[in-house]
């Protein structure tokens, strides 16, 4: 079945650092890919998505790329912040998964000043 | 009020008792979903209303009842649950359950309800 596999974390950063958290994923067709962050004591956001292969995503900095040959969408930020700090979800929705949105783990950030 | 609003917020029980889950949304969504975030693993998909009708119950315990009296209210009776049913319970919408392709059918989740039970 669609699956989604992240990195594990914790990944602790230094403010301004270069961020990357890696997302891969199995599916049959062409799904759309998401991430998603829940900062602390929230529920989930929309951070940003793509719904083709070669889309980039972006949102408040972030970026992320759909890779249909490597099967990715790692997520990218070129300078973080202390308010960045939160755990990231990557997740996929294809046709064969009706309307499941089927999510990774998870990888928190800390982002210390 | 705006987005997808639950309630309690905290919710401590034994295992006899019986308690509800509350989620309530003023976004004009059909779908309403329920899910689960137990620590580090995925999230669980438990159920599934489009139109107040249930399309999806992902092999829930029968001990976790949801209700979905209409398209802004779903409700997530609990009874007789066990301590690994401990967790935090998310309660989302969207358009409908179309998907999310066309670029207006991104769920948008509640703060969630954190469950503990003793």
């Known amino acids: 079945g669609d699956s989604v596999t992240q990195m594990e974390g914790p990944v602790t950063l230094s403010e301004e650092a270069f961020l990357t958290i890696n997302c891969t994923y199995t599916?049959?067709?062409?799904?759309?890919l998401f991430w998603y962050v829940q900062y602390p004591g929230e529920g989930l956001q929309l951070l940003l998505k793509a719904t083709k292969a070669d889309d980039k995503g972006s949102n408040k900095g972030f970026e992320a790329t759909y890779r249909k040959e490597t099967t990715s969408f790692h997520l990218e930020k070129g300078s973080v912040q202390v308010s960045d700090s939160a755990v990231y979800f990557c997740a996929l929705f294809s046709k064969d998964s009706s309307y499941k949105l089927i999510f990774g783990s998870g990888t928190r950030l800390l982002v210390r000043p | 009020e705006t987005g997808v609003t639950q309630t309690p917020r905290h919710l401590v029980m034994g295992m006899t008792n019986k308690k509800s889950l509350k989620c309530e949304q003023h976004l004009g969504h059909n779908a309403m979903y329920w899910y689960k975030q137990s620590a580090k693993k995925p999230l669980e998909l438990m159920f599934v209303?489009?139109?107040?009708?249930?399309?999806e119950n992902n092999s829930v315990p029968s001990r976790f009842s949801p209700e979905c009296p209409n398209s802004s209210h779903l409700f997530l009776h609990l009874h007789t649950l066990q301590p690994e049913d401990s967790a935090l319970y998310l309660c989302?919408?969207?358009?409908?359950?179309?998907?999310?392709?066309?670029?207006?059918?991104?769920?948008?989740f509640g703060a969630g309800s954190r469950l503990t039970v003793l």
């Open positions: 599916a049959t067709g062409y799904p759309s």
């Open positions: 989302a919408s969207s358009q409908d359950t179309t998907g999310p392709s066309s670029g207006a059918n991104v769920l948008t």
């Open positions: 209303y489009n139109f107040k009708e249930q399309t």
